[in-house]
């Protein structure tokens, strides 16, 4: 059987993680973990009692994240998008990822406390992209931070 998920490689925390990541969105959850084993002497082997693996599902989609040390940070060039459909949740996300160390970056972009970076963006942009006002929409995008959505649908409008 072929499947197809996400891995995304941690330094530690990789239970932490899972159960912030699944505490997000809806239709999310801890599908199941494998334990480090301590006879594994491998440069940045995760301390014993931490997983080495933890499966999850985000909003049903499923990803492993792998508690693999510190050789390979995460960087913006992989991120998780998650399309909302009101400011209000938008403004949720956001602020719980931007939590305890997190940080805003630009255009619906921030990073989490573990430097899992995510895109955070209401459905409502990809709507005002698909017309004529795309360019004065793309350039009020380009001003912010978090998105908001009044200020690109005031764009849109001129």
Avoid: H
Wanted: glycine residues 8%.
């Amino acid at each position: 059987m072929t499947r197809i998920r996400t891995c995304l490689w941690f330094d530690g925390r990789v239970d932490e993680a899972a159960a912030f990541y699944t505490s997000l969105l809806p239709d999310s959850r801890i599908v199941g973990s494998m334990p480090y084993t301590p006879t594994d002497n491998s440069p940045g082997s995760p301390p014993a009692g931490e997983s080495l693996t933890v499966e999850i599902e985000l909003a049903g989609v499923p990803y492993v994240l792998l508690n693999g040390g510190p050789m390979f940070p995460q960087t913006e060039a992989a991120s998780i998008e998650v399309t909302v459909g009101s400011q209000e949740e938008l403004d949720r996300l956001w602020d719980a990822l931007i939590a305890d160390g997190g940080q805003e970056s630009q255009c619906g972009w921030c990073r989490d406390r573990f430097g899992v970076s995510w895109q955070v963006i209401p459905q409502q942009l990809y709507d005002l992209l698909a017309g004529p006002q795309a360019a004065a929409v793309t350039a009020e995008m380009l001003t912010q931070q978090k998105l908001d959505v009044e200020r690109l649908e005031a764009a849109a409008r001129g």
